[in-house]
Structures are given as C-alpha cells and as structure tokens.
C-alpha cells in the first residue's frame, strides 16, 4: 500500500481504465447504474467535488443536496512526515432528484484567501461537512471538523443558512465540552426532532455523543463517551424502528481499514459493536471495507429496509481524485450470533448488510 509501490494505483482504483459515471454521455444501457469507485461526473460532464460528505433530502421538493469538501486544487505534504493535503477552497453541495444526476450547485461555504486568523483560511482544513434541517428555525445548519494543518486545532465548526443552496454563513468553532473533535458526524432523529453530534475524541480514542439544544447551535451539558479505547473515526448513524446503529471506521489516515457496526437503543447509548456489516467480494475488499471509509448513511423516501452506504475511496496521491462507493445497504432479519460485547443484555438487533456490487441500481 506504499506510495511508492507500483501497483497501488491498481489496488486502490481496480476499475480504473473504465469508462467514467458521466449522466451527459452515459450509453443508455449504464444510465442510473451506480459503478462504486469509478469516477463520477456532475450532468455537466465534471468530476464530481463532495469528500467527506452527506446528504439532506427535502421531501417538499423530493430534492437530495450532497454536501462535501471540494478537493480540487494540487495535493502536498507541509513535510515529509505529515499527511497529504489540498489547500481549503470550500464546502460544495449539489442537488438531484435520483441520486445519480448530480448538478454543482457551487461552494455553499467558501475559504477565505485573506485573513489568515480564520477558520476558513486556505491554509486550514474543514472536513466531513454535515447538514439537518432545524424544523422551528427553519434555518438549515451545517456541522464540520476544524482544524489547522497539523490537526491540533481539533474543532467543530458551525454555519447556518435559509436555503439549503447557501450561501452558508459561518458562526465559529468550539472543542465540544472543552474536548477534541476530529471526525465528526451529525444525526437528526426524524421521529421527534432531537439531533445529536458524534465526534472522535481524546485522541481518537473514543467517541462523545451529545444532544444539540433545540436550535441545533448549541450542545446539552451531558456527554456521552462510546467504543472507549477501540480507536474508531468517521461515524455514520442511521435509524432502523425503535434502534440506532452506527458504522465507524479504524484510524489509520487515508488508508483504508475495516469497518464496523455499533447499535444502541439510545443516542446516549450504551453502544454495543456487532462486527463487519461488509459482504461479498474478496478478504481484502471486505477488511479494507471495498477500499473505501465511510461518510454517511442514507435513509431512502419510502423504502424501510433500504439505505444507502456512502463512502470515499481516498486517493493520498491526488486528493482530488478521490472516488466514491455506494453501495446499497440492507437491513434484514435478526443477527446470527451475540454482539462483540456481551457483558450485558442487548435486544435482538437486525443484521445489516454492505453487500458489495461491481454495479446496482436503486429499485
């Protein structure tokens, strides 16, 4: 997996030399079919700028917006040691009624190129933006981790807006309850509102979870530690009935590495970890999680079993050619075996499944 190695490229992009997802050209055969780590294309025909991302769907408008970081500038390391990087430029969103037509709807949340004192200098990072919609405001309000180029900073960010087309305007950053925040998500619980924010702390080596006030600009006193000592990043949490499950990954930078699932019948928890959700495919597809670090779990209109798995195929070399996989992921009957920790009684939690696809279509 070395840099230098002259079968990386081959390993990380396997379908490399394929043809690009591109809805302007698509052959009428490859339309709405997703190719997970092929090249996606905006319908203007241009590689598709949305890391790190999530979605937000309107139901008024039947409207998806993916939001991410725009990585289209050149990739460095400050030194040899330290990670590669693209200078910030913004947080992009682009809007679709399908899921595979993509419009660039632009930078809802730019870099600032002047004042170096800002969050938002290009010299900074702003990563894994999230965004829920605040039903009482009516202000959509977006989350991400800050941080500086060395990730000391280790902030959460927070913008708000009146459109989910931005412009975003940006608030600030805070160290949640005094700790450090690196990989973060936010989940919004559409059953009564209460959002909450999920972020890698003490050094990577746990999670906090905490309510949002009811603005969702602020946090509840109460803090929540989960997975204490198992050193998991880039939380991802979905709803299924009455349980939340979360899938995260390991902390191992750009490189792939083994997914996991989390369950719990509260936010709050207590979460208990039921192993690999990946299927399918070759051991190392499954322990590198199909060469991919998850982003976000979507929850499709309609459809109660039925998500979608999203996640980026990162590209140390060329940050800007980082790929995306989505894959389908299933939610179906109950788990064959007990949970990892099973010092205490859990419930019965259903089996989800990330099956892999060389290609699939949304029924």
């Not at 939001?67 to 693209?86: C, D, F, I, M, W």
């Not at 004192?117 to 605040?134: C, G, M, Q, W, Y």
């Not at 925040?181 to 009564?192: A, P, W």
Request: aromatic content about 12%; some cysteine.
């Amino acid at each position: 997996l070395s840099e230098l190695s002259p079968d990386r490229r081959l390993f990380y992009f396997p379908d490399r030399n394929l043809a690009a997802v591109d809805p302007s050209s698509s052959s009428e055969e490859e339309r709405d079919i997703f190719f997970p780590g092929r090249e996606w294309r905006d319908v203007d025909g241009l590689p598709i700028q949305a890391h790190g991302g999530g979605i937000l769907y309107i139901p008024e408008t039947r409207t998806f917006y993916w939001y991410g970081e725009n990585k289209q500038g050149p990739t460095y390391r400050l030194h040899k040691k330290s990670s590669a990087r693209v200078d910030l430029i913004g947080i992009s969103c682009y809007s679709s009624q399908d899921l595979w037509r993509w419009k660039n709807e632009g930078l809802v949340l730019k870099a600032d190129t002047t004042n170096t004192s800002s969050d938002l200098h290009t010299s900074n990072v702003a990563e894994r933006p999230k965004v829920i919609f605040n039903d009482h405001t009516r202000q959509f309000v977006m989350y991400l981790h800050i941080d500086n180029a060395n990730y000391s900073k280790a902030s959460v960010g927070i913008a708000t807006s009146s459109s989910p087309l931005g412009p975003f305007t940006y608030l600030g950053s805070t160290k949640p309850h005094g700790f450090d925040s690196r990989d973060m998500t936010i989940f919004k619980d559409e059953d009564d509102g209460s959002a909450f924010l999920v972020y890698s702390s003490q050094s990577n080596s746990e999670l906090h979870i905490s309510q949002l006030t009811p603005d969702y600009l602020g946090l509840s006193p109460a803090v929540s530690r989960a997975l204490v000592n198992q050193h998991r990043e880039a939380p991802a949490v979905f709803k299924h009935g009455n349980f939340f499950y979360m899938i995260t990954s390991g902390c191992t930078g750009w490189w792939p590495n083994q997914a996991l699932l989390h369950a719990a019948e509260s936010m709050l928890g207590p979460w208990e970890t039921l192993g690999d959700p990946c299927v399918g495919a070759s051991d190392e597809f499954r322990l590198t999680t199909f060469f991919s670090q998850v982003a976000f779990v979507l929850p499709l209109p309609g459809l109660r079993d039925l998500f979608v798995f999203v996640a980026d195929r990162w590209n140390p070399g060329n940050l800007s050619d980082s790929r995306y996989v989505w894959l389908p992921l299933t939610i179906d009957g109950r788990l064959d075996g007990p949970p990892e920790d099973d010092s205490f009684e859990f419930p019965m939690w259903s089996r989800v499944s990330v099956r892999w696809h060389r290609k699939w279509k949304l029924p």
